[in-house]
């Protein structure tokens, strides 16, 4: 027995591994999903100016507020955004709009935008 020559009994035994098991997988967290986590987040409150006023809202609340006055104030992403979100959430169902009500809504912004003095083409829309 020498320096770097130990006893047989306490060698690595050839063609076999020095760690059988291998390293241990991770463990998975278990009971929190992607909606879990963003439930939670998003139920989490913050603090708000509005008007000049301080208030405490969810951050959904403040998310949903942020979009739609990005939304109103002419960004289209934002607009879109807001669509999907109306009709993911169901929204867009509560509130069923006929044809003759929507043509009628139609025709009114389009006389509000010729007073405005944009040139409208009768052949650009039906009616």
């Known amino acids: 027995m020498t320096y770097g020559n130990p006893p047989k009994k306490h060698q690595f035994i050839k063609g076999q591994s020095g760690n059988p098991k291998g390293r241990p997988r991770k463990k998975l967290q278990t ?7 963003l439930k ?4 989490e409150e913050i603090t708000v100016k509005k008007n000049g006023e301080t208030k405490r809202v969810t951050k959904q ?5 942020s979009i739609a006055t990005s939304a109103i104030n002419g960004g289209s992403s934002q607009q879109r955004l807001l669509v999907q979100i109306l009709s993911m959430s169901g929204m867009d169902k509560d509130n069923p709009i006929d044809a003759k009500e929507l043509q009628r809504h139609d025709e009114a ?4 935008l010729q007073k405005l ?4 083409d009768e052949a650009d829309h039906d009616t």
């Open 109 to 112: 912004l389009l006389l509000e």
């Open 117 to 120: 003095g944009f040139k409208i």
């Open 31 to 37: 009971g929190t999903t992607l909606a879990d986590d």
């Open 40 to 43: 939670r987040e998003l139920s």
């Open 61 to 65: 609340s403040a998310l949903i507020s």
